[in-house]
């Protein structure tokens, strides 16, 4: 039986658009709560774009997302799941991270996220710039003593060279790093969604030299995203896997709110719809990336992210 | 032969953007109007949204369509109509509404609905939020003695039991009440695009028990459009219908400005084609409702919202 | 010395935009916390505008000043006081408030202030449209047992005769109601700003009749802000005083989001130093309303909600 | 005793957002309409914005006015005026101007202007840009058999040479063509608050040797504007005198909707002061030029705009 | 092997907000430029809407894409083209065209482009609105000798009869007046996407009695666009042909900012893979055309037409 | 007599919206080009943001002011002043700054301004954040040997001690940097504006201590801002003199686009006058900072910023 403490109030007992805003309406419980032992999958938010190469504005995505996720309701009209009773889930608050002082940022962010896994929590970590998931790579690998796979649904592979004469940390080299670092498991790699235009083909030939399997947009619209996602989950089977949501995967007409977005891009039922077939992995942890609110109109995007969010929660139901 | 009164100037005389905007610059016939009673179908605004549990806004629903709907020009290009010479349409004003008493606010709605009723034209309100379509549920009730089949074009059933403690008079409950008042036959009542996260089931299980046909939008992407109005047409057959369609049925990228949108789901051109298919249908009366213009951007949802309203004015072409 | 536990986190430890927002980063403590018998003064918000005769969004207005108020620094660099140190405050939470029923709305709200009163907090009101003023006036009169005083900063008497065919309860109505129910006197109530065009000059008519001391724009800008403002201090003396603060008393360069502009007012720094010269007053209450975050642009009237918040708390600092 | 006719519904019965939208919610009547010969002061739009050189847009100006007025109520607070009594004032609707042909435009705009004062009905023109002005001008002049003098509120001179190679009639030179074509009588003219950068000095030695009194926004700021206004009046005397107001001659922070601001402006209280000072002058007509929807941020400058009308109306109480 | 001179720097040495906007970052090459003859392909600007005749702003068009398009990067991530490695292509600046006269207007296009032509450049345009167009069909035609084919992508035909009375030369006629001219041969036309409404079917009909192949929206979603574009390039087959993609060809919801939206377009993916399939054409020239600044929000019109400037320019690779 | 080449062409020749923005439309002339070394005073972008604790954005802030800055005409209505005949000056571009690395990013700024300086010459740079200015202050005084004046208009010192636990080198320490290295001559540095909430005092405590003069805004509006002008300039005396101009000086009703605003400031009148005032100064250097295009409202922080550039140009003739 669900807790009744971890439960949100409802829209028809507080209006949706009242209360102080936490992910979800969700218990906020920063780090020093006597409940936080108690919980099983934890939303915090990195709010940093320091590695950001082009438009800037990540760092008020948590603010944003909390805000646009009150509107969120109990239960999923099209699975049935009502995932804050499947779940113990909490709001773990924000990491302090300096907007302008990258090791800093990167530091406490991992520190935050080693004290998560260490309470035996599930992160779904809510950026912030995509450099932000290296930090829960990095953790998640050091908890786990050994790589994992990765189901990415992106417009780009970030698995770019460096950037700016050498930067190997910047938003679009995460999964590279993450590779080179012996987080991730390339050939447990899934990128779905590339689009666009490119400096180079550097980022698919590192990818395929790797082993992971990149399925660009064109693919995707061909066989359809039934047959993708299956491809998807066939690559990553079900070993541990980690999901990351960049906003800029779903078209700018309904994600404009996002720092690189790509044209030509799937409607948000599409992405929904990608993100509900993953369900029954073995999801280790999840992120939703790249909301930028400052290029948002009318909280479209924010709202598309909330949402996201909670197919992504109910995807890792267990 | 058409009637020159009943004809709005063209484009090409009068610029779209010029001249006071009347619903599709047709003639402004207020109660007292001498010619009032010569109109067949009679388009009146209810600028209202003391119903809404969520964002508001509606009330400024009505402007907003005068406005976007002067872009409108004479003839359906996919289908060859020209529905302002089939018919004599006019504009018949808002109605005066007290945004801050309900019981008042309905009242005259309802008073200024007989009215049009009483002069035999049929009514297409122009909302306001959803509860605004009951005043028009129950007058078509009162006038026609018997109930009558509704084709529901919407994100949410609408069908849910009270809100915040008791309430049965919300924008989330007037086609349960349309039921529980005898108006709508349930058995004759389709609902389709039903999605995104919910209080619980409440809503379709009350509807099921009553005999309501209601498609998720799952089911629709799945059986595709052309099937899915297949069945919305079988259901309500060829008996007296009503057709209301809230402007969330259509994905926040196309629609942004509405109080409860909905991610995933139709685009606008699915949207049209849905509204095309109910020609034929014995319609006595539609709305299109919860367009909220201080949350549109650009514009675009009450331009779409004029062109759904033109269709709908096709589709009551007898 | 101050209390850590209400020292809100410095802007240079976790950036300004970051962590769940609460008014001004304060402690937040719902009405069972063990620590809400401390506070000094209490801020909470109404996120309700059924009372609102025009443009409507103020119920969104708690939630975005929250959201605003995280800018603010601890330091009042005019003055030098530090309010989260000379006193005890905190963030209680918003009311529940049915957007649909006034008479339980309102009922709430009374409730809920009632509780704080009884704690001995001072209330410091976050609206919500003006009628949400009411509720406070009333408690306190309940409290104290007998009528106070007002300092009004507006664009509007809000001293309307009834609305739409005999609604006293609307937002042009707080503070003849607040006369004619006894909580304010009269006599020690001044009202500064008034512009715009009106109805008629009842408002006007009513208050003087009361012996209210109404101070137009035109007077303002002839006698100057200091001159007004010593003039609203002798009204009111060293009796027990509310001071309500319209965003609309702003104009509408500074201040667009709200329902009701009016042009030709003053700018933010007539404004701020209006607040700050109530500093010696006997504060018992104070709000902020009619901030309507959809008619916002770029957030810059929540941006100076926030900002007259802050003037407001060093203003009660006792 | 004033015509109920001519009388706007209030606000606190037919809520303001309600209705189709004409000027000030005043009767329509179009020219065929049976009671136009009793208008007094008429209001009319000229949509066209096609001598424009820089961003375009006033071509919606009539349109975003004739919303935006309906927020004005019927008495001055400042004046005691109730200017729908004081006078029978009508909306006449909007002159059908060719977007793309500039004579055919100008041409059509005269003879309805013609017509309107064929009835002895006082012109209050609604623009479109401010080359609008000249085609009142003209039908004035004609009219009345002589020239008359001028008051300009605008932060440009509108007395530039010809611009692109020859052009004399762009929104930069209808005061100049006045001047030339024996419309305005020179030494009566004054124009006050212009500003900003200019192509060279030639529009003001244009006005000085002509004898035209221009007053800059940094003598306005040194005299006051009390003193300004009463050089100005000292400048057009008794005679008959037209009115132009082009709403860049207030700061952009007041009204950023207009094609070719410039910074350092008036605010709208010392905007409002300045047409309020008009009362008593002999105005044979007025007009509000240069509001560009596109270009507005929040509905700002159309609602600066409509207030603007409103005080222009006053001042021409007669 | 591709000349440095023409390769514009990339966003990892340059960030892609940095620097003077030329079209693509690619040099700009005024008249006189010595390298100028060196050009194979030359992207100018139209900046002028002075035939629009409903919303305005296709002037700030040309501003506005060169801003979005410093965005692109070299490589077609889905063709694995690189344009700028492929042809010589360079920024040829912006035509003065007169806003306020229109023959003006259009003789300093056609000379310019004639110019371009006279220099062995292949023209791209960027309007401005459609009418633009015409002035490249008419060099085209005279520097060739003959008239050529036509793809089209829009909603509209723009083969309307003359509108406002008479003019011939607005942006909906502009290929009616190309075909009369004598620029197009009718029987190579083709044009795809047209939906909405129309003001009679007199476009349509004037198309068809020509021989042009007219493809309503309709029939694109029933036979699905790759069928359709196999069509278009049976229609022109392998001769000359010019290429013109109007902005509103796209879902408003993808494509705001734009003077005459029509709903029920195509994705901006489908768009996007309209364009791609004409690579293989003789394609003599192209445009980019009614991108509308003011009516943008978020700036992701200008993206997309960016973007679709990028695969045209993929597309003309010989 | 003044060069032809360096003249910026007029908008009555190329219309203002027309053409590749460079700054004020000067000839953009970039290192390596030949007659770089006859600039006067040379306009570049420091596109860079990587030093901003609170909302960022300002990386867009050159290119929105070129584009802003082609509205600007060539001469100063107020003084008479034709700056760029009275000096040749020129768009320089922009320096590649990486925004993902700091050390790089003011590496390549202060490498370009030495370059800029070893031609002789005057800088005026455009932000950016705050902390770019002092790569500025570091070149003039490596180039120049001594420390020089400042005027600082902003709304904050800008002299805080370090931020997030040991930062020295963000947007809140630029000058407190300068003192510290020994750019700036503490007895010669003058501040005006400064408002709103602070950390802690210990910002004006540094400046006091070391001898700057700080005339925050409440002193301001006392004394008004001739005489603050004339304090200003009796503190940097005849001797070098840098002038910086950060955007949040002026309220944000007239600037919302900026990262940190403050209200209770200036009006455009009022900024526009104190760079006015400056005019005779030995100007060494000037910026304009803080401007941040994603926060802006409708363009119009950039229009005043590019007004706020040309004055300060003025300012700057010998």
Same mark, same amino acid.
């Given at each position: 039986?669900?807790?009744?403490?971890?439960?949100?109030?409802?829209?028809?007992?507080?209006?949706?658009?009242?209360?102080?805003?936490?992910?979800?309406?969700?218990?906020?419980?920063?780090?020093?709560?006597?409940?936080?032992?108690?919980?099983?999958?934890?939303?915090?938010?990195?709010?940093?774009?320091?590695?950001?190469?082009?438009?800037?504005?990540?760092?008020?995505?948590?603010?944003?997302?909390?805000? /646009?996720?009150?509107?969120?309701?109990?239960?999923?009209?099209?699975?049935?799941?009502?995932?804050?009773?499947?779940?113990?889930? /909490?709001?773990?608050?924000?990491?302090?991270?300096?907007?302008?002082?990258?090791?800093?940022?990167?530091?406490?962010?991992?520190?935050?996220?080693?004290?998560?896994?260490?309470?035996?929590?599930?992160?779904?970590?809510?950026?912030?710039?995509?450099?932000?998931?290296?930090?829960?790579?990095?953790?998640?690998?050091? /908890?786990?003593?050994?790589?994992?796979?990765?189901?990415?649904?992106?417009?780009?592979?970030?698995?770019?060279?460096?950037?700016?004469?050498?930067?190997?940390?910047?938003?679009?080299?995460?999964?590279?790093?993450?590779?080179?670092?012996?987080?991730?498991?390339?050939?447990?790699?899934?990128?779905?969604?590339?689009?666009?235009?490119?400096?180079?083909?550097?980022?698919?030939?590192?990818?395929?030299?790797?082993?992971?399997?990149?399925?660009?947009?064109?693919?995707?619209?061909?066989?359809?995203?039934?047959?993708?996602?299956?491809?998807?989950?066939?690559?990553?089977?079900?070993?541990?896997?980690?999901?990351?949501?960049?906003?800029?995967?779903?078209?700018?007409?309904?994600?404009?709110?996002?720092?690189?977005?790509?044209?030509?891009?799937?409607?948000?039922?599409?992405?929904?719809?990608?993100?509900?077939?993953?369900?029954?992995?073995?999801?280790?942890?999840?992120?939703?990336?790249?909301?930028?609110?400052?290029?948002?109109?009318?909280?479209?995007? /924010?709202?598309?992210?909330?949402?996201?969010?909670?197919?992504?929660?109910?995807?890792?139901?267990?």
């Amino acid at each position: 039986m669900s807790d009744p403490f971890f439960q949100p109030p409802s829209g028809t007992d507080l209006p949706r658009y009242a209360g102080v805003p936490s992910f979800m309406r969700l218990p906020y419980l920063p780090p020093d709560h006597p409940r936080r032992g108690e919980v099983e999958i934890g939303i915090f938010g990195l709010p940093w774009d320091g590695a950001t190469s082009n438009r800037p504005g990540a760092r008020h995505g948590p603010r944003a997302l909390r805000d /646009a996720s009150t509107m969120i309701r109990e239960r999923n009209r099209a699975t049935g799941q009502e995932p804050f009773r499947a779940a113990r889930i /909490a709001d773990l608050g924000d990491v302090a991270m300096s907007p302008v002082d990258q090791d800093e940022a990167l530091g406490n962010a991992q520190a935050f996220i080693r004290g998560v896994l260490g309470q035996g929590i599930r992160p779904f970590m809510v950026g912030g710039d995509h450099l932000c998931t290296l930090t829960v790579l990095r953790e998640l690998r050091a /908890a786990r003593g050994e790589p994992f796979g990765l189901v990415l649904l992106d417009s780009h592979t970030d698995l770019y060279p460096p950037y700016f004469g050498g930067q190997t940390l910047t938003h679009g080299n995460p999964f590279r790093q993450g590779i080179e670092e012996g987080c991730l498991d390339p050939a447990r790699c899934v990128m779905v969604g590339m689009r666009g235009t490119s400096y180079n083909n550097a980022d698919f030939q590192y990818g395929w030299d790797k082993g992971v399997r990149i399925v660009p947009i064109e693919e995707c619209m061909e066989l359809g995203w039934t047959a993708v996602m299956e491809i998807a989950r066939a690559v990553v089977g079900d070993g541990p896997t980690y999901v990351s949501f960049d906003i800029d995967f779903v078209d700018p007409a309904y994600a404009p709110g996002t720092g690189t977005p790509e044209v030509g891009g799937p409607t948000s039922f599409d992405a929904i719809r990608c993100v509900r077939s993953l369900r029954g992995l073995d999801i280790i942890g999840a992120d939703l990336v790249e909301v930028s609110p400052p290029f948002d109109t009318g909280g479209i995007t /924010a709202w598309l992210g909330a949402s996201v969010m909670f197919e992504l929660l109910c995807a890792m139901q267990k």
